[in-house]
């Protein structure tokens, strides 16, 4: 059988640095190596093609390798954080028709575990027909069953094909996150360098972007906040940053300003994409504008009712216990609400997401970005809050720099917000503390 074209790439930088693991470089030629005694391994294990296997972990060299061993042995893979425990974890592996769980622990150790599996799933069986490699992630949904994601990895590989340029990348975007899969194969198949760290703080990431000369920083709008927030960044030498993306939630403009002022030697790029559609080619008007273009490679949008429709060459090929979003024409609506200046296109927030306070649309971010401007404000976060009125009223919730009389504080914000935004979107209720991030590193914003 021919090698697959994964392995003939990595075998073009067989002697340079593929990952950092724990202050320790592992190079392609090492990681080429563990990827051949994992085919052995499951062989000897038993694990046959086409078998669904959960990968249990963090970004690690054994990780890394294991992920490519599966796509080359054609199983279809289950990424899942070592945060997913319990109930949550037994949902996962059942609609997934998990046959086998390799779990790594923080040294990389491992275990296999065998799980008995009636296979009943129509698209996993179909994709068993086709003979191709599979990958299976789970919406991050706050509430109710998790939307269980197929994909077929050929599909997802095709475009890493195309020469990139190679870069030492801070691997952020957790491995059972479509962003985080991306950039783990982006670095594999172009030659860069993969930094792995041990916790995701502030402090932690500046020092391995400082350590290691990383030159790209996928991450998110939130993280880049508390980035700002702990000021770390200038106490490291982060001089070595060309790229900084984010993505996976809008971008408050004044968060953006500041990270264009806090990093003057990086440019800033807006990414776009669904774990139903993967990531979408998107190029950002200017470093501190939150207008980009999206599309080409086959990657086609339109804007329908105010909401962003896409179409993918790498689309998923359905959900595993929803039925499909995509229409006849393999359109999907991202329910995304943009706004549009000719090819440009600026993401407003998802449309659950808005406050309807007496029938007018409120977007938190903007109310967000409007409130971030103010002195000793650190954070906040936006929320509606039901009212039997209008409906909802816009509720603000802050992280202060110093304490600050709550009347005080509430009669400011309100001053401030009615001198820069129309009355319906000025919070009418102010409290302190209540910010939370998700595991991904995304606001969780839920209506009261």
């Known amino acids: 059988m021919a090698k697959h074209w994964i392995l003939e790439s990595m075998e073009k930088f067989r002697q340079q640095p593929a990952m950092v693991w724990r202050e320790e470089t592992v190079s392609y030629g090492q990681l080429l190596a563990m990827i051949a005694a994992w085919e052995a391994h499951l062989h000897d294990s038993g694990v046959a093609p086409l078998e669904s296997v959960a990968l249990v972990g963090d970004y690690s060299p054994q990780t890394a390798a294991l992920l490519v061993a599966l796509i080359v042995n054609r199983n279809i893979a289950v990424p899942l954080t070592r945060g997913v425990t319990g109930a949550a974890k037994e949902q996962c592996l059942a609609i997934a028709e998990v046959e086998k769980v ?174 139903e559609t993967g990531i979408f080619p998107t190029r950002s008007l200017e470093n501190g504008s939150l207008q980009i273009k999206l599309g080409g490679q086959g990657f086609e949008t339109k804007v329908k009712g105010g909401t962003l429709w896409v179409k993918s060459p790498c689309a998923m090929l359905g959900y595993l216990n929803q039925p499909s979003p995509f229409d006849a024409e393999g359109w999907m609506d991202t329910s995304d609400v943009v706004e549009t200046d000719g090819e440009w296109v600026r993401i407003i927030g998802r449309k659950s997401e808005l406050i309807n306070v007496g029938g007018e649309k409120v977007s938190p971010v903007e109310v967000e970005s409007t409130i971030l401007q103010m002195d000793n404000i650190r954070d906040v976060i936006v929320r509606g809050k039901r009212s039997p009125v209008t409906g909802s009223i816009v509720t603000a919730h802050v992280v202060l720099h110093q304490p600050e009389d709550l009347e005080a504080l509430t009669e400011r914000i309100q001053e401030f917000c009615l001198a820069r935004l129309p009355r319906h979107k000025v919070p009418l209720l102010i409290e302190v503390g209540g910010v939370r991030e998700s595991e991904r590193f995304k606001k969780i914003r839920l209506e009261g």
């Open 102 to 275: 390799i779990e790594f622990d923080e040294r990389d150790a491992w275990t296999v575990s065998p799980r008995l599996v009636c296979r009943a799933a129509p698209l996993l069986q179909t994709l068993r027909e086709s003979g191709q490699p599979g990958l299976v992630l789970f919406s991050s949904g706050s509430t109710g069953e998790s939307k269980a994601i197929l994909h077929s990895f050929d599909r997802i590989l095709d475009k890493f094909q195309r020469p990139r340029p190679a870069l030492c990348s801070l691997v952020f975007l957790l491995l059972d996150h479509i962003g985080g899969i991306n950039t783990l194969l982006s670095i594999l198949t172009s030659g860069g360098l993969a930094v792995s760290i041990s916790e995701r703080t502030a402090d932690t990431v500046c020092k391995a972007i400082e350590r290691w000369k990383v030159q790209l920083l996928p991450t998110s709008p939130t993280f880049l906040n508390i980035l700002l927030m702990s000021e770390a960044y200038k106490k490291y030498d982060l001089s070595s940053l060309r790229l900084i993306t984010y993505g996976t939630e809008p971008m408050p403009q004044a968060t953006l300003q500041r990270v264009v002022e806090a990093f003057p030697g990086a440019r800033l790029k807006q990414t776009y994409g669904l774990s």
